[in-house]
């Protein structure tokens, strides 16, 4: 995450995967409503189907998510802006997230 202001992951660069799929609103509630995604094996995030999200790094954050617009979007409080992403998932659960200046967050769904 950018601070508590953007999305609550870490960075992952250089990762090639050829079989990302964009996904709609529908397809990203379902992706990410009541799961637990790992970054970079030091993080990670579940994300309540109310609309509530936990990062956990070295203490846990609190958040919000929302799917607007084709879009992904999060806000951390003490922020009041949400932030938005592009999301794609592929066959093994994984999901990516792409910012406006084309850095992306890869997670690992956890079981």
């Given at each position: 995450m950018r601070g508590k202001t953007g999305l609550a992951l870490l960075l992952m660069t250089g990762m090639?995967?050829?079989?990302?799929?964009?996904?709609?609103?529908?397809?990203?509630?379902?992706?990410?409503?009541?799961?637990?995604?790992?970054?970079?094996?030091?993080?990670?995030?579940?994300?309540?189907?109310?609309?509530?999200?936990?990062?956990?790094?070295?203490?846990?954050?609190?958040?919000?998510?929302?799917?607007?617009?084709?879009?992904?979007?999060?806000?951390?409080?003490p922020g009041t802006g949400w932030d938005c992403y592009d999301v794609f998932g592929d066959e093994t659960g994984a999901v990516r997230w792409d910012d406006a200046n084309g850095n992306s967050t890869i997670g690992r769904s956890l079981p």
């Open positions: 090639a995967h050829a079989d990302w799929v964009p996904l709609d609103d529908a397809g990203i509630t379902a992706a990410l409503s009541d799961r637990d995604f790992v970054y970079d094996d030091t993080a990670t995030q579940h994300f309540y189907a109310s609309g509530r999200t936990r990062y956990t790094a070295a203490e846990p954050s609190w958040g919000y998510w929302r799917v607007e617009n084709g879009q992904y979007c999060s806000q951390w409080p």
